[in-house]
């Protein structure tokens, strides 16, 4: 937690793609009348991209030109943020960061019916089990304000949306 506390709280939501971050993070957003900014379409918005990756069928992030942009949202705080990495944000910037995880099968499933196949696929179900993003949340954070969700099934997601909607309860009453 930042010692000099916002009037509302920045969450991180990340994890590996297909785990449910823009799930929860938009049905966060609506409950709890936070913003959602969703970096991927940011950064498509903004031209944020700077070349091509013809292996994994994606455009390359212009990290700079992103946090320029995102900079002055977070400083108003109340923001929540969802992408599938997270160590070039700047650590300041996050109250709480929550790393979304599913089974193999699960998200091997979700991939396909996403159209996602080949090394694309393969990379993807492999940085899950090798829990990539997780061990990136705990080098790039403290480790106090990291925190691992199961999001398997809609209870799973129920219950997530309960305990982030708690911490932001909380945190109203503290700053309010
Ligand atoms: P991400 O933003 O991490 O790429 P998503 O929110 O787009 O993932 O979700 C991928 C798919 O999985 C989508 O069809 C919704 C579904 N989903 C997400 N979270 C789920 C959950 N907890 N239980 C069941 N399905 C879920």
């Known amino acids: 937690m930042s010692v000099c506390r916002r009037t509302m709280p920045n969450i991180l939501i990340t994890g590996t793609p297909g785990v449910g971050k ?6 966060l957003a609506e409950q709890n009348g936070l913003e959602w900014l969703e970096v991927g379409r940011l950064a498509a918005e903004n031209c944020c991209f700077e070349e091509y990756d013809s292996i994994y069928q994606c455009p390359v992030l212009d990290e700079d030109k992103l946090l320029d942009l995102m ?4 400083a108003e705080g109340g923001k929540i943020v969802d992408y ?6 700047p650590e300041r910037w996050f109250d709480i960061v929550f790393v979304l995880r599913a089974n193999n099968t699960t998200l ?3 991939l396909v019916s996403r159209g996602y196949g080949g090394k694309k696929l393969e990379d ?9 993003i997780l061990e990136e949340a705990v080098r790039s954070y403290k480790p106090d304000i990291v925190h691992e969700l199961q999001s ?11 305990k982030i909607s708690e911490f932001i309860k909380q945190w109203r009453q503290i700053t309010s």
């Open 108 to 110: 091997y499933d979700r």
């Open 152 to 162: 398997n099934s809609p209870q799973e997601m129920f219950a997530n949306l309960s």
């Open 124 to 132: 993807n179900v492999q940085c899950e089990i090798f829990q990539t």
């Open 84 to 89: 599938h990495s997270c160590e070039f944000f």
């Open 22 to 27: 823009s799930s929860l993070a938009k049905e």
């Open 71 to 74: 900079e002055p949202k977070m």
